[in-house]
């Protein structure tokens, strides 16, 4: 199975590599171009930079990434690859995918960045692992306008926002299963057991 | 809830963990990819590197040892010493940190963690501070704590937050290695003054000392080297305790 990362800048894409591919017959690549970043069996949007900068640099193959997600390719986005399958977002200009309807804001809680691990409410994403506890790095959260597609919501503070949203075969986690420890690692491999095989 | 942390550091040299008392009076404590991973087994939740080499020589060994940890590490990571400009915090980022400590560099030059925080985000931005108490006041303190400068540590902790800073770490010169507590005093003078999170530092001697840094003095993290590294105490004794307080505690069991 091909992995794919589409590294849209900066971040430690060490610790996401070696979990993706402690799965059995998993070929983890890590890609600059988002044209040819979907020419994969599973796309993967890792989790480190600002908003603005990333979407500058999904703007080319924007397109065909988000006609590929219809049609069905699995993607796992990670925290601000999270956000990027969204509209929009207030940390900056460009446009996100827009697979989920909905606009990425900045967390009204008195501390932010939230660093540091939290709960994950009532995960229903996958069956093969459950997460209750993982670790968040972030100041901005997605906003659904449908909140059919949250399969699991996380509070900071008074803020209540989605933790992961799953649709078909695209899942958005706000937290970093790749530094969520084993259980973290073990979400990773059954999203790829689950939703991308 | 977001739960509070306990983050262990290893003071590396030249590819090793060492432990000091005071910032001097080095000693070889071990291998820190195999520490590492020991202390994330252990319950951990997060890891800090501190590089506190004399030598470029002895620095060059530090990417590499950020990328082996990084690929078997499962926990955040954050580097931190010899980390001047934003081509070094890039480079920390790249070789599997998740987030980059600056300290000297910021006092010689604040728009560093400004420049920082636009290209990586807040988040993989820690401000660490090294603080000397004198009066009623804290002086800051830079090049290991050798160093003073003009700067009050309220104050400037203040500023790093407003030039971007995603985090403070704060150590107390004072009570470094001495294994008596935690500064509380300048922790929640400077926990009220911020809103990002702050990890307390410098001074934990036992898993009493770690609660006190969470409750009186208000850090949403505390920072433990040598009272482990000694095994003086272990992690889950620290969070058992800090669990039967009543603080919020990421279990592992």
Redesign the interface.
Known sequence: MRVTLFDYGAGNLHSLTKALATEEGVDVRVEESPARAVDTDVLVLPGVGAFGSAAARLAPGRDAMRSALEKGLPCLGICLGMQLLFDSSDEGEGAGLGYFAGRVTRLTSRRVPQIGWNQVEGDRTLSGAKLDTAYYAHSFVCRVEDASVVTGWTTHEEDRFPAVVRRGRVVGVQFHPEKSSSSGVAFVRAFLREVAS | ?????LIVCLDVKGGRVVKGVRFEGLRDVGDPVELALRY?QEGA?EVTFLDISASAEERDTLWDLV?RT????????TVGGGVRTVEDV?RA???????VSINSAAVARPEVLTECA???????VVASIDARKEGSRWRVHTHGGRKPTELEAVAWARECVARGA??VLLTSIDQDGARSGYDLELTRAVADAV???VIASGGAGNAEHVRDGLTRGGA??ALVAGILHDGLTTVGAIKSLLRASGLPI???T
């Open positions: 809830m977001l739960t509070r942390r994330e939740d990328r990084a690929e078997r590490l499962f926990i955040p990571l890039g980022l790249r070789s599997g940190a998740d987030k636009e290209r990586f985000g807040a988040q993989c995603g985090e809103d990002v999170p949403d993290a990421r279990s592992t």
